[in-house]
Each structure stands twice: as C-alpha cells, then as structure tokens.
C-alpha cells in the first residue's frame, strides 16, 4: 500500500496506548458485528439495512442481523452509501444522524426523496421480519430529523466569507478552534492543502460565533462545518478532548514539523524534506548547518528568543527603533504598526510596519539607508523611549540581527503573492531590553549564541525579535494598509470574495474591477469594502 511520508498512520498497539492517554469518556466506537457481511444484491434488491448500535446494545445488534440476513436481508455493518434503511431503537433521528456522522467522521444525507436513506424506527424492522420481505415504508416508521434545534442560538448571519463576518479575537469556542487548527497544520504538514484550509475555514465561521457552542448538533447548517468538523466539536463537548488531535499532537511527524516550520526561514516543504532525511531537532540541524541558508541560520541562531511571542509593549519599543532609523533619512515618513497588533492582539511572533511618504520618489531607497544605519548601530540608543541603558560597546553585529530586503518587481503582476510587489525588509532586530540592564561581558560574545538553553541571549539586556518592513506607494497606500493587516485568512478570504462574487482582482496595491477593465481608487479602507459591497470591518474584527 502506497503510503504518504507524512501521513499520520499509527501501529495499533500505539493507538491503544494513546487511548489509555486520552480521557474520553467514550473510547470504543461500535465493531463491526462478526459475520455482518455486506450483500449488496441480497434476496430484496434495492433493500440495504444498516442497524444503529446506539441504545440497542451489540448483542442485540448481531442477533437482529442474524435474522433478516436468514430472510435474505442485506445487512451491513459499516454504515456505507449503499445503505437505504436505517433501522434503530429508542434514539430519535437527529440522535441517530450525529450517532453515524461520528462513527463514519462524514456528513449523512437523509431523507430518501433527496436520495440518503430512511431512517427508520425497529418497528419496521419487526414487521418485515414477521411477513419475510421489506414492507413499505410508512410516516409512522419514520424518525423525524428536527431541523437547527437551538435557533436562538444560531449565529444572526453566518455568511460563507470571512470577509463578510466580524471575527473578534476573542471568542466563544477557543477549544474547540484550537483543535481545529491542529488538525490544519498537520493537513498542510502532509502537503494536503486543501483540507488544511477546509479545517481553517471551520474554525473561523466558528470564531465569529456569537455564543458558546453546546452541542455539534447547533454547528449544523453553517458554513465548512461539515461531519468531520462536527465529530471534533462533539468530543471536545462531551470528551473535552478529541482523540484524533490527541493523537496528531503526540505523533513524531506532527512535533517534529511543528518544531522545524517553527524555525524563521524554514517553510513547510524544506521542513519535509528534512524530516525524511532524519532530523528530528535542532541540534540535528546544527550538525548540517553549512547546507543553511543565511535566513535559516539566523533563525536557528535566534530560535529561543523568536519562539517567545513579542509583547505590545516591545512591540512599541520596536516602533520607536524603526521610526527613528526612518526619519534620519525622511523626517516626514509615516510609519503604522499593521499585523496582528493592529487587530489587537497583545502579542505576536514578528511586529509588521507599513511604511509611506506623500513623496513617493522620497520612499526610493529609503529602506537601504535606514537599514544601513539601523546594521552600523549598536542596540544601545538612548532614544528608545528613554529606557535606563547603561551599556558596554556591542560589538559584533549592530542592532540589525538579519535582514533582507526585496525590491519591488515592477512587472505588471508579481508572482508571488507573498512579495506582492512591495519593498520589504524581513529583519531579526536586536531590541533592547525596557527595564532590565546589561549584566556580564557575555552579550560582547563574537560568537554565534545558542538556541539551547540559556545563551549569551538571556543575559544580554536586548532580545532578538522579528520586524518586517513594508514600503507602500502613497496613492496605495490604503490597499497596502488592508493588505497587511491580515488576519491571513481574513486576506484570503478578501480575494476569494473579490474575485468570486465582485469580478474584481484584489491585491495590496488595487482592486481591479476585471468587467469594466479599471482600477478603483481609494483614500481609505473604508472605500474598499464599499467598493467590494461589503460592510466595513474594522481590524480587531479581522481576526478570521
Ligand atoms: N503577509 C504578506 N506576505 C508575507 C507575510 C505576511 O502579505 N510574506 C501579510 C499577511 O497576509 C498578513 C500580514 O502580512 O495580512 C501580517 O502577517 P504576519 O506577520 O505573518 O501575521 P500576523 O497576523 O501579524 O500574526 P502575528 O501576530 O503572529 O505576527
Ligand atoms: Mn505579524
Ligand atoms: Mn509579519
């Protein structure tokens, strides 16, 4: 059998040990019934049973199956397409439709008009065993599927795209989205892409939510969540725990990708390529470290302090160093703090800046010189923001850790989407600490610190943290401003939206309208979501 390097395939024995782990209240799912076998012709074409365990019990179960197979019933074990009468005991209907969507981790259609099978009450089942053939199926063998039990609790409009929804950064269902997302980066671990954004859709209809979920059964009928999603929400419900993100979690493959995409510089793919040649941790990749690229080597160099998030108020700090390297060279240079910090949140794993100027011509080359100046400096100016310094020389390197900067393409369309065309700097900066003061000679070190442990790093009164620049043209400046502000899938979205339902092509630059052939201006971000029809979302509800 042809089996993916990365899929998460799991020896049995290790799933039994990882069940005794996990404390789910419900471990077993129902077996197959020993000798169910599945006749899809059987005596009674076109008839396919299928019994629900639930409430019956397994005994029961094998028994009744014994039965109508002796009649000539086809009778599964598996709940499967092919079955057409679903035939339970004492469970209603929508009972018996989350029952199987957990059992098969799948959305069931129901209803046999639409094309899913019946759902039957066993009263049926008796009948049509008493007479030895399928007697017809009437209302009074049916289960009644209710349809959104809790409509007050359902959310006003969970419209499809994130971009027409305010998502807060702070929700109703963090559990429940956190497993989510787990089971996205595993997905885009094994290079799945599209399932990976199916779990990431999920969880962001479910942060704009405005209420608590209380059963899988309320996340029926909005958008992505589907039968899989809804088995991970009623185990985190029920179990507080769902056993297939357990089990991602404590997997090698999992961890071990987690750690090495963690690394700045090093994305999914390489991430991959060096897990199937062996390296499970950092010092693995120390030994191989010549085969670095210059990014990867600083983000090795600085991984114990870029793991550790970036608060708001080193984030203010680092907004001080960064303006005043700029207006050495343009005074009158407007500099905003966009990313997740412009949305809210309290921290982050880099502070993002976009950087502008009515002057356009003024913006050329401005990234270079300030970054020049920001690499020749040591982290020791006593213009940030006044802090107590009182610092011997740093010698070895200045306050730029890492840098690399990337001009603008001036094609007509960038390729990468990540590029988008900007001039942009993605730094390491050396920000010094707010409180803490120098201590020892350590931080004088020539030598490269160490992510283990405690390096030179700790007692160093700065702290390696992630910047990235971006210059926007004054006239897109408020594209560029939307842009960068993300939330990633809240950007994402955006494009979807714009060129799914508007015909337009939105980038960090403009919306053209691909119909009437132009681009359409805009002085605000206000003007873009009219532009695009949409009501407008400040930041903190781009948190998608
Ligand atoms: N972005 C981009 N191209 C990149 C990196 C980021 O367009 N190569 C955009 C993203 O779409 C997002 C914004 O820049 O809108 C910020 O990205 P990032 O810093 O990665 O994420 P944050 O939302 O700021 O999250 P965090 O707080 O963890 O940094
Ligand atoms: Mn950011
Ligand atoms: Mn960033």
């Known amino acids: 059998m042809h089996c993916h390097p990365l899929s998460l395939c799991y020896p049995l024995r290790f799933c039994d040990a990882v069940m005794s782990l996990v404390p789910l209240k419900r471990r ?11 006749s899809p012709a059987g005596t009674f074409p076109g008839v396919c049973v299928f019994l629900v365990e639930r409430r019956m019990g397994r005994a029961r179960r094998a028994f009744l199956t014994a039965l109508a197979q002796g009649k000539g019933f086809s009778v599964t074990p598996e709940y499967s397409d092919a079955v057409t009468h679903v035939v339970s005991e004492q469970n209603s209907g929508s009972e018996v439709l989350m029952w199987i969507e957990r059992q098969s981790s799948r959305p069931v259609e129901h209803g046999g008009a639409q094309g899913g099978p019946q759902f039957l009450d066993i009263t049926w089942f008796t009948e049509s065993m008493s007479v030895g053939r399928p007697v017809g199926v009437e209302p009074r063998h049916c289960l009644g599927v209710e349809e959104f039990p809790a409509a007050c609790n359902k959310a006003p409009e969970t419209l499809p795209y994130a971009c027409q929804r305010r998502t807060p950064l702070h929700h109703h269902n963090q559990e429940i989205t956190d497993a989510l997302h787990v089971l996205a980066k595993a997905a885009s671990f094994e290079g799945s892409e599209v399932r990976s954004l199916g779990f990431i859709r999920a969880a962001s209809v479910l942060k704009s939510l405005p209420f608590r979920l209380r059963s899988a059964e309320e996340a029926r009928g909005l958008p992505w969540c589907g039968g899989h999603c809804r088995t991970v929400i009623q ?3 029920e179990d507080e725990a769902c056993r297939e993100v357990e089990m991602v979690k404590i997997s090698d493959q999992y961890r071990s990708m987690e750690l090495l995409t963690g690394i700045f510089g090093v994305g999914v793919r390489t991430a991959e390529r060096w897990y199937r040649e062996g390296v499970r941790s950092l010092r693995d990749l120390q030994s191989i470290e010549r085969k670095l690229t210059a990014e990867q080597r600083a983000g090795l160099r600085h991984y114990t302090d870029l793991q550790q998030p970036v608060t708001r108020e080193e984030a203010v700090r680092a907004e001080l160093l960064v303006k005043d390297a700029l207006q050495r ?3 009158e240079v407007q500099v905003t703090m966009t990313g997740g910090f412009r949305r809210g ?4 794993h880099d502070v993002d800046f976009l950087i502008t100027h009515p002057d356009e011509g003024a913006l050329t080359g401005l990234l270079k ?3 020049d100046w920001l690499e020749s400096k040591e982290p020791t100016s006593a213009l940030l923001g006044g802090c ?3 610092p011997p020389p740093f010698h070895y390197m200045g306050m730029l850790l890492y840098h690399q900067i990337k001009e603008r393409s001036h094609g007509r369309r960038t390729a990468s989407i990540t590029m988008d065309g900007h001039e942009t700097c993605f730094s390491i900066v050396a920000l010094p600490n707010g409180d803490t003061e120098r201590t020892g000679l350590d931080a004088l070190s020539p030598e490269p610190v160490s992510p283990h442990g405690a390096g030179p790093e700790a007692l160093a009164s700065w702290r390696a943290v992630r910047v990235d620049l971006v210059v926007a043209a004054y006239s897109e400046y408020s594209y560029a401003l939307l842009g960068w502000t993300g939330s990633k899938h809240f ?10 339902k508007k015909k337009m092509s939105l980038s960090s630059h403009r919306l053209y309208d691909t119909e009437q052939c132009c681009s359409l201006p805009a002085t605000c971000e206000e003007e873009i979501f009219a532009h695009l029809g949409l009501q407008y979302l400040t930041p903190s509800d781009r948190n998608a």
């Open 329 to 331: 060279f343009l005074p």
């Open 491 to 500: 950007e994402r979205e955006l494009r979807r939206f714009s060129s799914h």
């Open 28 to 38: 077993r799912r129902s077996e197959p019934v020993p000798g169910g076998t599945t």
């Open 345 to 348: 949140k309290q921290q982050g």
């Open 369 to 371: 010189k300030a970054v």
């Open 235 to 237: 185990e985190i419900l």
């Open 388 to 390: 107590p310094m009182n």
